[in-house]
């Protein structure tokens, strides 16, 4: 004999209540106020090591159109601007990019005596730069490009 249930509802035809909807919320919220400052913390990392990288590619450009060129080019950086730029001394053909607000030009050595902000470094047609090590950071990390005196290729190096 079928028996029959009056007034009750199979929980499968019931909806979502506002406690349950509440409660879902608060722990969504919780769970991205912790994540957030840590996915933050990971762009402005990237944003570091892309500017390295992008550094290191400039004076890889330079020492390779000077040889390519049999040009002498400058490898400029403008640490109170936050500017990188390449180009050749007869000023033909220039590039330069601007580092992230996030990053800034920590050290360069060897140290400049008139104290000027602005440092270049020359590359010979031959390829040759006087060695060089140019220290970006942020407020959580370091990172170096320093050159190899005996190839000319910079190298890039967390600190």
């Known amino acids: 004999m079928p028996t029959f249930s009056v007034g009750r509802v199979?929980?499968?035809e019931q909806g979502v209540t506002l406690?349950?909807?509440?409660?879902?919320?608060?722990?969504?919220?919780?769970?991205?106020a912790l994540v957030f400052p840590s996915v933050g913390a990971g762009l402005r990392t990237l944003e570091l090591r892309s500017a390295a990288q992008?550094?290191?590619a400039s004076a890889r450009y330079a020492r390779d159109q000077a040889i390519h060129r049999q040009r002498f080019y400058e490898l400029e950086i403008d640490a109170a601007a936050g500017t990188v730029s390449v180009g050749d001394l007869e000023q033909t053909a220039r590039r330069s990019f601007e580092?992230?607000?996030?990053?800034?030009?920590e050290r360069i050595s060897p140290e400049e005596t008139n104290g000027s902000s602005r440092r270049r470094f020359l590359f010979s047609p031959d390829g040759y730069t006087a060695a060089f090590q140019i220290v970006l950071g942020n407020e959580r990390r370091q990172v170096a490009i320093t050159s190899n005196p005996l190839t000319g290729f910079p190298k890039v190096a967390e600190l």
């Open 10 to 12: 199979n929980r499968s």
């Open 19 to 32: 406690l349950e909807l509440l409660v879902v919320v608060a722990l969504a919220s919780i769970l991205l």
């Open 99 to 105: 580092l992230p607000a996030s990053v800034r030009v």
């Open 54 to 56: 992008r550094l290191a």
